[in-house]
T-cell receptor
Framework: TAGITQAPTSQILAAGRSMTLRCTQD?????MYWYRQDLGLGLRLIHY???????GKGEVPDGYSVSRANTDDFPLTLASAVPSQTSVYFC??????????FGPGTRLTVL | GENVEQHPSTLSVQEGDSAVIKCTYS??????FPWYKQELGKRPQLIID?????GEKKDQRIAVTLNKTAKHFSLHITETQPEDSAVYFC?????????????FGKGTHLIIQP
């Protein structure tokens, strides 16, 4: 199985443009998450979803939106990118044991 | 919300020696404490976790201890090897499905000196 995948691997984006980061898992996990990782700050939770059809805000949700139309997919959208959103973005999913499995990440640069 | 503090930010040890990384948390309702290892350019990977109903857990050279009264937990790596060099993150969450997401410490860069 593929586990959890993210696309694109990296992207350079002009400020003010919109972009959707994709995340797909084939493990049938109910819960999914988006984190951003910045040097010296560790990983911070942006949004999460307990199950298909529900989402919630994490520690740093401003400027980001998510949707969870089905179990497998959890896209993250930046409606109007700003340079402070330059980061590495990790998607994760968890099973009933609470263990979180991370995707390979998307490196986003906003200029 | 939860706040997780991690120390030290950098730790250098001689190969074969032990390494200890410490974390404290603020939310007494947190009951799940995983540790992740992240190599340069790679995704975080779970190496061990502990839940609030136990005080210690071991897996070969790795162990984690938890003191719920003091709200701190630690990662112990014995007989360190070059492949242990990486950034290690502690985290905490309230579970019942892991639905809240993890609150991470800022990470410890572990350097194993040959």
């Amino acid at each position: 199985t593929a586990g959890i995948t993210q696309a694109p691997t990296s992207q350079i984006l002009a400020a003010g443009r919109s972009m959707t980061l994709r995340c797909t898992q084939d493990m049938r996990h109910n819960a999914m998450y988006w984190y951003r990782q910045d040097l010296g700050l560790g990983l911070r939770l942006i949004h999460y979803s307990n199950t298909a059809g529900t989402t919630g805000k994490g520690e740093v949700p401003d400027g980001y939106s998510v949707s969870r139309a089905n179990t497998d997919d959890f896209p993250l959208t930046l409606a109007s990118a700003v340079p402070s959103q330059t980061s590495v973005y990790f998607c994760a999913s968890s099973d009933h044991t609470d263990t979180q499995y991370f995707g390979p990440g998307t490196r986003l640069t906003v200029l | 919300g939860e706040n997780v503090e991690q120390h030290p930010s950098t730790l250098s040890v001689q190969e074969g020696d032990s390494a200890v990384i410490k974390c404290t948390y603020s939310d007494s309702a947190s009951n799940y404490f995983p540790w992740y290892k992240q190599e340069l350019g790679k995704r975080p990977q779970l190496i061990i976790d502990i839940r609030s109903n136990v005080g210690e857990k071991k897996d070969q050279r790795i162990a984690v201890t938890l003191n719920k009264t003091a709200k701190h937990f630690s990662l112990h790596i014995t007989e360190t090897q070059p492949e242990d060099s990486a950034v290690y993150f502690c985290a905490a969450s309230r579970t019942g499905g892991g639905a809240d997401g993890l609150t991470f410490g800022k990470g410890t860069h572990l350097i194993i000196q040959p």
